[in-house]
């Protein structure tokens, strides 16, 4: 509020200065036209040669008046970067709990086992491994790493895991890059992380990474994939790998369980089950997850409704009180050419076309503050345990232009009525 008032108070007792110190007779005479002078596009002959007379006129009239043109375009630039930035971010949010637990990360359940299992034990657990409700199983090493962040000053958790077939692991983790969609494949000389990981510890592929285990032993590991993932942070490796960075003997302590029916009901059925035969210790369920990404994306579409009205209201505010003073400033001028026999429609077009040019330059100049914004709020939102999808979808910016070409086009039809109610006698009358 104080940087608001600040900032409309200061330029209102700037305009006031400057009219103040103008003489009474100057403010009750008409501006007098400003010298001529010659225009860009004049200087480039080929162009201003092919250029119609309307045109010419367009342009001369555009760099006439530049402080209307600047506020014509920045404001057009506020409404539809705001779109932009809009659009962009509830398509951020929505996408991600879908492609996250369907697309990359498709088991519903990781079980622990027990230390010490019996044979009794281990038949009921593969028991109920068969059982239809359950359609993909895979046995892997699973730890919890922690990673120290300097510049934060926070410690995160990683989740190491190391699959005992990689051949099937695919199916319950599918490692892809997140732009080119190139699956990945688990190295023999090295490890994938997520990207969110690898955007915390500064790291691209090639770098070695350190992380510690429970006991404080510290693991030293080389990136040769960064991976798609929006929730958690994760390295993923291959028994070979695992051995060597470790110094330990590969053994799976976990299963990677994928159920038919996603349900939470069914999900905690089944995790109720598995923790009743004695071979699993705990059950870490993804349910919690998706209701946290759910959390994310819950009132998205008031916000972006808000977000719209708002950029309306701003591109009404902005196109309507700058051509209503254009024509209040020109209205001698329209009723010369009036005069001169042109049709409403001319007359028209010979004020709006101009804001018809600042509104599309004014869009395009939006299109790239807006993606400045998504990227900036996309970037710095979310906390350090997720990321949200980054990437800006080409409807976003059809639907960002559409919404402010509709209202400059709407608002023509009032310019229009304006033009045609203008009183040619009274407007060409002298000024006393």
């Not at 009219?19 to 007098?32: G, Y």
């Not at 299992?117 to 199983?137: C, G, H, S, Y």
Request: net charge positive; charged share 20%; with cysteine.
């Amino acid at each position: 509020m104080i940087i608001a008032l600040l900032a409309t108070t200061a330029v209102s007792m700037l305009t006031l200065y400057q009219t103040l110190r103008e003489k009474p007779v100057a403010l009750l005479l008409p501006k007098p036209p400003k010298n001529g002078s010659r225009i860009l596009l004049e200087h480039i002959p080929w162009l201003w040669k092919h250029m119609s007379f309307s045109a010419k006129v367009t342009a001369l009239n555009i760099f006439r008046y530049k402080s209307r043109m600047l506020m014509t375009i920045f404001g057009v630039a506020g409404c539809t970067g705001l779109l932009v930035m809009g659009f962009g971010i509830r398509d951020s949010l929505q996408g991600i709990g879908n492609i996250q637990y369907s697309a990359v990360q498709k088991n519903d359940v990781i079980a622990l086992k027990s230390k010490h299992v019996t044979k009794k034990e281990q038949n009921e657990l593969d028991k109920i491994f068969k059982e239809k409700d359950i359609t993909q199983t895979n046995a892997v090493q699973y730890q919890q790493l922690t990673k120290h962040l300097n510049q934060s000053g926070s410690t995160e958790n990683i989740m190491m895991i190391a699959p005992k077939s990689a051949t099937n692991f695919r199916k319950s983790i599918n490692l892809r890059e997140r732009q080119s969609k190139k699956k990945l494949a688990l190295p023999n000389d090295g490890v994938i992380i997520s990207e969110k990981l690898a955007t915390l510890l500064n790291v691209k592929k090639g770098s070695t990474i350190s992380l510690k285990n429970s006991a404080g032993k510290t693991y030293h590991f080389k990136v040769k994939g960064i991976c798609e993932m929006y929730l958690g942070h994760y390295i993923f490796m291959n028994q070979t790998e695992y051995t060597r960075a470790t110094g330990q003997k590969y053994t799976a302590n976990a299963y990677l369980i994928t159920m038919r029916n996603h349900q939470p009901q069914e999900v905690n059925r089944i995790s109720q089950k598995l923790v009743k035969t004695a071979a699993i210790e705990t059950v870490v369920s993804n349910s919690s997850n998706r209701k946290i990404l759910g959390s994310y994306t819950g009132s998205l579409n008031e916000v972006i409704f808000i977000l719209i009205l708002i950029s309306g209201m701003l591109a009404v505010v902005v196109i309507y009180n700058l051509t209503d003073i254009n024509v209040a400033e020109r209205i001698r001028e329209l009723s010369t050419i009036k005069v001169l026999c042109f049709y409403d429609n001319e007359a028209t077009m010979y004020i709006y076309r101009e804001t018809i040019i600042l509104s599309a330059l004014g869009i395009i100049v939006g299109f790239g503050f807006g993606w400045w914004l998504h990227h900036f709020i996309i970037t710095s939102l979310p906390p350090d345990a997720a990321m949200f999808d980054p990437n800006m979808y080409p409807l976003n910016f059809v639907f960002s232009a559409l919404i402010p070409a509709i209202i400059t086009a709407a608002l023509a039809i009032v310019v229009h009525h304006k033009t045609k109610k203008i009183n040619m006698l009274d407007a060409l009358s002298s000024i006393v």
